[in-house]
């Protein structure tokens, strides 16, 4: 009986101990427990920097499949990372991270007119757009959008337009009550009326271009309103005009 309990006793300190060694030594060997570094904050830079900063930290990466787009910052700089910034991981753990877009998504237009104008703002940062500026012309609605421009060109609602765009919009000042007669714009040079037609209070609509032989490139064939009609300030005035054949 002595001798099997001797060789009990040495059988479970042989356990114990290999189990402390275990626990003790091999197993943070293995799991690089205690060797943990802080995840850096890579929001902001180019991939290359991102990488380097990486590098640094002893960690690993991996480009996500998801893109996002922001027009403050560079193309391929890191828009977002998984885990964020200062967690706390192990040496060698791969850090997710999104880059900035090449180019911008594309998105449709919304309809601003009769908008009032605090409401535009939030339309526009909502769809990831910019106002941009604001032209007051007559009118008798104060405040409300008439127009909405991309480049200096009217774009209506459902057109594409890139994300981050910036609308300049058109909009009445709430004095466009009054009564005027529209001036006679007929055999005017396409500039000429453009500038009677705003200094007069209203506004160029539309502008159609036909082609005619006996008359001056650029010259008014036709207007709509007709002269001497009756409107209101910042009424809008469409015009013909004549154009080459070539």
């Known amino acids: 009986m002595k001798k099997i309990l001797i060789n009990l006793l040495v059988i479970i300190g042989i356990s114990v101990l290999l189990g402390f060694l275990f626990l003790k030594m091999y197993l943070p060997m293995y799991t690089n427990h205690g060797e943990s570094v802080s995840v850096p904050d890579l929001s902001g830079y180019t991939f290359d920097e991102g990488l380097e900063i990486l590098d640094r930290a002893n960690l690993q990466y991996e480009v996500s499949l998801d893109s996002g787009f922001n027009t403050d910052l560079k193309t391929f700089a890191i828009l977002k990372q998984i885990p964020e910034a200062n967690a706390q991981v192990k040496t060698g753990k791969t850090i997710y991270i999104t880059l900035n877009a090449k180019n911008p998504p594309m998105l449709k237009m919304p309809n601003l007119v009769n908008t009032h104008l605090k409401n535009v703002q939030d339309i526009l940062a909502n769809m990831g757009l910019e106002r941009g500026d604001i032209v007051y012309v007559p009118d008798i609605a104060p405040n409300i959008v008439l ?6 060109v009217n774009v209506r609602e459902g057109f594409e337009i890139p994300k981050g765009a910036r609308i300049d919009l058109v ?6 009550n009054q009564i005027l007669a529209v001036p006679n714009l007929k055999g005017m040079d396409e500039v000429d009326a453009e500038f009677m037609i705003l200094g007069s209070s209203l506004r160029v609509g539309n502008k159609h271009y036909l082609q005619r032989d006996s008359v001056a490139t650029g010259q008014v064939l ?9 409107v209101k300030t910042g009424e809008l005035i469409d015009l013909w005009i004549a154009k080459d054949n070539f």
């Open 147 to 152: 127009e909405q421009k991309y480049r200096g």
């Open 171 to 176: 909009v009445g000042d709430g004095n466009g």
């Open 222 to 230: 036709r207007q709509s309103p007709s002269a001497s009609q009756q």
